[in-house]
C-alpha cells in the first residue's frame, strides 16, 4: 500500500491583503497536489466559494481531502476592509504562520509556502518582527545568521548577505561568515533544484567593488577572504559549484540576465531584490535556506490595494508552490 504524502501547509499572510486569496487560488491551481491552509477560516471558505471545496480540521494530521483549512482565528469585517495594517491582523498573520510552521516542524506536512506579511501589522500587535524569514529562523531555534534569505528565478537566483537592516547599517554587518555562508546556501539550493555545477558571482558592497580601495575597503578587507575562504569548502572545493568575485553589482547582475552565471551573491536587501523584481517579476521565489525544513514564498507583499479586486495575479504563489515541490517531491 501506497504512503499518503503529505501535503502543503499555507499560511495565509494578512488577513487585509492579496495572500488568503493566493492561498486558496494556488491550491486550487495544483488538482494534484494536497493542501492545508491557515488563516481565517471563514474568510478562506468565503474566497473558496466555486473554486475550490474545503474541509476544515483542527490539525494537517487530520487532513485527509485535497484542500483543508485551519482556522486560526476570525479577525472580523473591520479588519478585512481596513486595506491597511492593523493590530488585529498582525495577530492573526502570525498565529497562521506560527500554526503552519509547527505543522510542517512535526512532520504534520512537507513544506510551507508563506503568504505576504506586514511586518508593520504585526509590530502593532506588540511583537517584534524583521520578516518571515528571521521569525521562521527563530521558532526553529536558529540564529538569524544560519538561514540565507534566497530569491531563485527563472532568469536571476541570488542571495542576501544583508537583509531587513537600515543602510547605514549594513557595512558592519558583512563579514567572511556572512557572505561564505551566502555564497553556500545559494548553491546548495540551485544543485537541490538540478542546476548542475551552478556558477556563483559575489557582487562588491562599494561603487565598481571598491575601484581599489578608492570607494571603500569591504572588498578587499571583508568580501574578497570570504570569497577564497568559501572555495575550500563544499560545493565548491569538489567542483560541484563555482564561485568568483567581488565584481562591482551592476556587472554581476547584468552577468546573471545574460546567463553567464547562475546566481549572485548580494550584499543588501535592495541590491538583491531590486534585480530579482525586475528581471523576474512574478516568477521569482523567496526561498529560507537553512531551516529544518523547506519554505518558500511569493516575492511580493501584501498590496492591500489589490485585495479582493479581482485582478489578483497568482503567478508568484504558482511558482512558490512549484518550488516547494521541487525541493520536496
Known amino acids: 500500500m501506497t504512503a499518503r504524502r503529505l501535503p502543503l501547509a499555507i499560511s495565509a499572510g494578512d488577513p487585509a491583503g492579496v495572500g488568503p486569496e493566493l492561498a486558496v487560488r494556488g491550491a486550487a491551481s495544483c488538482p494534484d497536489d494536497s493542501f492545508v491552509l491557515y488563516g481565517d477560516a471563514r474568510q478562506l471558505e468565503a474566497l473558496a466559494a466555486g473554486v475550490v471545496k474545503l474541509c476544515r480540521v483542527a490539525s494537517a494530521k487530520e487532513a485527509r481531502e485535497r484542500v483543508s483549512v485551519i482556522d486560526?482565528?476570525?479577525?472580523?469585517?473591520?479588519?478585512?476592509?481596513?486595506?491597511?495594517?492593523?493590530?488585529?491582523?498582525?495577530?492573526?498573520?502570525?498565529?497562521?504562520?506560527?500554526?503552519?510552521?509547527?505543522?510542517?516542524?512535526?512532520?504534520?506536512?512537507?513544506?510551507?509556502?508563506t503568504g505576504p506579511t506586514s511586518k508593520e501589522a504585526i509590530s502593532l500587535s506588540g511583537v517584534p518582527f524583521s520578516g518571515q524569514t528571521e521569525h521562521l529562523a527563530r521558532l526553529a531555534g536558529l540564529g538569524a545568521d544560519e538561514v540565507t534569505m534566497l530569491f531563485l528565478g527563472p532568469r536571476l537566483s541570488t542571495g542576501l548577505v544583508t537583509t531587513h537592516h537600515a543602510l547605514r547599517d549594513v557595512p558592519g554587518r558583512i563579514t567572511e561568515e556572512r557572505v561564505m555562508r551566502t555564497a553556500r546556501h545559494l548553491a546548495q539550493a540551485l544543485l537541490a533544484l538540478g542546476r548542475q555545477a551552478p556558477r556563483i558571482v559575489v557582487a562588491g558592497l562599494n561603487p565598481h567593488a571598491g575601484e581599489g580601495g578608492l570607494f571603500g575597503d569591504e572588498e578587499a578587507r571583508v568580501i574578497g577572504p570570504a570569497v577564497t575562504a568559501a572555495r575550500s569548502v563544499?560545493?565548491?572545493?569538489?567542483?560541484?559549484?563555482?564561485?568568483?568575485?567581488?565584481?562591482?553589482?551592476?556587472?554581476?547582475?547584468?552577468?546573471?540576465?545574460?546567463?553567464?552565471?547562475?546566481?549572485?551573491?548580494?550584499?543588501?536587501?535592495?541590491?538583491?531584490?531590486?534585480?530579482?523584481?525586475?528581471?523576474?517579476?512574478?516568477?521569482?521565489?523567496?526561498?529560507?535556506?537553512g531551516l529544518p525544513f523547506v519554505r518558500t514564498s511569493v516575492d511580493h507583499g501584501v498590496a492591500y490595494d489589490a485585495a479582493r479586486s479581482g485582478e489578483v495575479s497568482v503567478n508568484g504563489i504558482d511558482a512558490a508552490i512549484a518550488a516547494a515541490r521541487a525541493l520536496v517531491p
Open 72 to 113: 486560526c482565528g476570525a479577525v472580523g469585517r473591520a479588519v478585512l476592509e481596513a486595506h491597511a495594517p492593523t493590530e488585529v491582523g498582525g495577530r492573526a498573520q502570525l498565529r497562521a504562520l506560527d500554526a503552519a510552521a509547527e505543522a510542517v516542524a512535526d512532520g504534520a506536512a512537507r513544506a510551507l509556502v
Open 234 to 289: 563544499e560545493p565548491f572545493v569538489d567542483g560541484r559549484a563555482s564561485l568568483e568575485g567581488p565584481i562591482g553589482a551592476e556587472t554581476a547582475f547584468r552577468w546573471a540576465a545574460d546567463g553567464r552565471v547562475d546566481g549572485v551573491v548580494a550584499m543588501t536587501h535592495d541590491q538583491g531584490t531590486i534585480a530579482a523584481k525586475l528581471l523576474d517579476w512574478g516568477a521569482s521565489v523567496n526561498v529560507t535556506w
